[in-house]
């Protein structure tokens, strides 16, 4: 009895503990290009849909192509045949996955780069609104251009990569156990990119370009890895959502993503990755709690739209914050190297000595 | 005489039709503190800005180390360990006193985005790093703050810790434009203070811009007067200040 209650409940939590790692991620690198770079990349959620049209699209055009004698990708036949085909072969299954996180990350990153062009030549408000059009602009094409990922209409049959073993509800287990340890990595890796002179570079840069550039530093080179490093990043979210939900929709790549994800931020602490962590589960449980689908699991019955209440209690929150804590939940810390260890122990030797 | 660090030879700069320098010749020593004096508009902050390759010259050339720096960019005047600080304090805000140091060193690996993740790639550097910028704020009794953010200095401390951040580069000669204006008299003796001290004891190069003399000069070990783009006068201060055309540029010509 219990069982079948956890079982009916698995997808909800999988798709909580899924879009948390996808959030999580798209939060981490928008933190590594606004907090600890400076570059308000308020077109971040373009950057993660280049990596969901990239994995949506190769997955369905190669397959049809190498497997299913070619054939138009937005057909509800050859999206049937995807998936029969990914059932079949989990050498397949997986295999596109991992093609498409590798492209998706490079071609994540080529487009980080176009975009660092009018990061260095613009300054903040200009940037944020120039790169939130570039986002919009991305968007629409890909809304009226079928070949990229069906238009309007969505391209599905992107196959989840262990859609073989069977139970639905095990392969999602295992996809979201998977979508996790990538964020962990993701969490790993930045973290260890930031307590770095790299991280100190980086924030120099973000405080003061003229006295950086004083000071010999190549704030063009700076600005670029940071643009480069944190879209193919976002681009790893685009491509985790997209074989989740095992489908790619132009409009899921609003502008809104990316102030969701902007919130995340700002509410865990700017440079700050472990607040970012917090950020992102806190906005994430609000997006899950203050959903219709919670209030039918626990038998409420709700007469009215519960998603613009969500919207008000986000606004509130990012109000609260900014005007009573505007360094976030974490703030801000000394970027960690064995520099501040040596600091400490000789500030604590001189102390004892006096 | 010995050989000078910094050698200024005839040096003209117009703009349009103004004369902003006409054949400015300077000669600044190496381990001595030398002052640029004169009236505002006289040309001071166009030499510094010549020197270190903000402006290009019209005629002459300039020499540091012996090395023909005219008209090189300000990055690679730099990199000779030629360094200028600005009149109004540029410190990296929300970065700690000992991070605005750290940030200053040169070639540390670990600014490598590939190395960054590697600890042991840039571990000896930041090691180095983290002495020198210690042995930095002794010198500029910075020690105490060293794990406050930039921004909760005061104007004065600020200032030190641009001097330091050019000492981290590996500056061998500063060149700084009014370091204590805007400062209280007690703050801007002891920034000169400092200065000395670095003269002495690490035997760094200052040539500075001042206004406010009462305090300055008694610091100074050589003084270059300039007023309308024209070098006036030279010498030790008492010399300097008892010449009749430094007082006339000042004070205006006598009746």
Not at chain 1, 198 to 227: H, N, P, Q, Y
Not at chain 1, 273 to 294: C, E, H, K, Y
Not at chain 2, 114 to 134: G, H, I, Q, T
Request: proline share 4%.
């Amino acid at each position: 009895m219990v069982l079948d209650q956890l079982y009916a409940i698995t997808p909800l939590v999988t798709t909580l503990l899924t879009f948390y790692s996808v959030y999580l991620i798209l939060a981490l690198s928008l933190n590594l290009i606004y907090g600890y770079c400076g570059v308000p990349n308020f077109g971040h959620v373009f950057f993660q849909s280049v990596g969901a049209y990239v994995a949506g699209n190769l997955t369905a055009n190669v397959m049809n192509f190498m497997f299913l004698g070619g054939g138009n990708i937005c057909e509800i036949a050859t999206a049937e045949a995807r998936r029969n085909l990914a059932l079949a072969n989990p050498a397949i299954a997986m295999g596109f996955f991992i093609l498409s996180l590798a492209v998706g990350i490079l071609v994540g990153g080529f487009f980080g780069y176009i975009a660092s062009y009018p990061a260095l030549r613009l300054k903040e408000d200009y940037l944020a609104i120039t790169l939130i059009f570039i986002g919009e602009i991305g968007r629409i094409i890909a809304r009226n251009e079928a070949s990229i990922a069906c238009g309007l209409v969505g391209l599905t049959g992107i196959p989840n990569p262990f859609i073989w073993v069977g139970d639905p509800n095990l392969s999602l287990i295992i996809y979201t156990i998977m979508a996790v340890i990538i964020a962990a990595i993701i969490f790993v890796y930045l973290q260890r990119l930031s307590n770095s002179p790299f991280g100190r570079l980086l924030k120099s840069v973000r405080d003061d370009e003229i006295a950086a550039a004083s000071l010999g530093k190549d704030i063009a080179k700076a600005r670029g890895w940071a643009m480069i490093l944190g879209s193919s990043i976002a681009a790893v979210a685009g491509v985790l959502k997209v074989f989740y939900a095992q489908g790619v929709f132009a409009d899921d790549y609003i502008p809104l993503t990316t102030f969701v994800v902007l919130s995340m931020v700002i509410l865990g602490g700017m440079a700050n990755n472990r607040g970012v962590i917090l950020g992102a589960l806190l906005i994430t449980l609000l997006d899950f709690l203050v959903a219709p689908s919670f209030f039918r699991l626990i038998g409420v019955e709700i007469q009215f739209d519960i998603t613009y209440i969500k919207y008000i209690i986000t606004g509130i929150v990012i109000i609260t914050v900014l005007l009573f804590r505007p360094q976030g939940i974490i703030p801000e810390k000394p970027v960690e190297t064995i520099g501040l260890k040596i600091a400490r122990q000789n500030i604590k030797r001189e102390k004892n000595e006096t | 005489m010995r050989t000078p660090i910094l050698k200024v030879g005839d040096v003209t700069k117009t703009f349009g039709g103004l004369v902003a320098l006409d054949k400015v010749r300077l000669d600044i020593q190496e381990r001595l503190i030398t002052m640029l004096i004169g009236p505002n508009g006289s040309g001071k902050t166009t030499l510094i800005n010549v020197v270190t390759g903000f402006y290009k010259p019209d005629n002459g050339r300039v020499f540091f180390r012996g090395i023909d720096i005219t008209g090189k960019p300000p990055h690679e005047v730099y990199r000779l360990g030629l360094v200028r600080t600005f009149q109004i304090p540029l410190p990296f805000q929300r970065l700690t006193v000992l991070e605005n140091l750290l940030a200053a060193y040169r070639g540390n690996p670990g600014e490598s985005i590939l190395k960054a993740p590697l600890k042991m790639a840039w571990r000896e550097a930041e090691e180095e790093a983290v002495d020198k910028a210690f042995e930095i704020m002794e010198h500029l009794k910075l020690t105490h703050l060293w794990n406050s953010r930039a921004y909760a200095l005061s104007g004065g401390q600020m200032k030190l810790l641009e001097i330091g951040r050019a000492l981290m580069s590996g500056a061998t000669m500063i060149m700084m434009d009014e370091p204590i204006a805007g400062i209280n008299p007690a703050l801007a003796h002891e920034i000169f203070e400092h200065m000395q001290n670095l003269r002495d004891k690490i035997g760094v190069t200052f040539l500075v811009i001042e206004h406010r003399l009462e305090i300055a000069l008694k610091y100074t070990d050589y003084v270059y007067a300039l007023a309308n783009g024209k070098l006036v006068a030279e010498g030790r201060p008492e010399a300097v200040m008892a010449d009749s055309r430094v007082i006339e540029s000042y004070l205006g010509e006598a009746m």
